[in-house]
């Protein structure tokens, strides 16, 4: 692995549990929009089980160098340039048949989690899957000792971060057209939960 491209040790101990999650609903899918694609690890990683999978990575400007070299050095045929994205910004004009977002939701503000949403209904094709992994609440409630202690850690970073409620976020998705179909527990006290889009 070249020194320079960034790590993150997460990336590397959840992208077998999220692939199996994903191999499991991805067969029909053909183009991926990852939203918030950080260093590029899980957009190779899937990519590479499936190679029928067109992956479009995405993320805000100062992400696409790091990711250009995770790309770069694996030299998929599935793995277009990454795009930069920022969810409060322009959405790409292109159609998707499925949008991947990992660990982002608790990053960003509320008004960026509901920018993230507005965005996925409108690059989201009819019959599409969206499918978001992280921490959640459930009824308000941390799922977790040690999410209670990530949310102060978010919180002493960047105050109008938070791991989010799964009853709002689903509300988020419905008004969007999207159905819960799968709510997965993970490794770490996290979720990886499966919407898809009402045809």
């Not at 990519?47 to 992400?63: E, F, G, I, K, T």
Request: with cysteine; aromatic share 8%; charged share 20%.
């Amino acid at each position: 692995m070249s020194a320079d491209k960034p790590f993150t040790p997460s990336c590397e101990r959840n992208q077998g549990p999220i692939l199996e999650v994903l191999q499991r609903h991805f067969g029909d899918t053909r183009c991926v929009l990852e939203v918030g694609s950080g260093t590029g690890q899980h957009a190779v990683h899937f990519a590479a089980a499936m190679p029928d999978v067109s992956w479009q990575a995405s993320d805000r400007a100062d992400h696409l160098p790091g990711i250009a070299l995770w790309l770069d050095e694996a030299a998929l045929a599935n793995t277009p340039p990454a795009i930069e994205l920022d969810v409060d910004g322009r959405w790409p004009d292109a159609m998707f048949d499925a949008v991947f977002t990992a660990n982002s939701l608790h990053i960003m503000g509320w008004p960026q989690v509901e920018a993230f949403f507005a965005g996925v209904g409108a690059v989201l094709e009819p019959g599409g899957l969206l499918v978001v992994y992280g921490p959640f609440n459930v009824g308000g409630e941390f799922t977790s000792e040690s999410n209670r202690a990530f949310e102060q850690w978010l919180k002493d970073r960047d105050p109008v971060s938070g791991i989010r409620d799964i009853e709002a976020v689903d509300a988020l998705a419905r008004g969007i057209g999207l159905v819960r179909v799968e709510d997965n527990a993970m490794p770490a006290n996290n979720r990886c939960i499966v919407w898809q889009r009402t045809a």
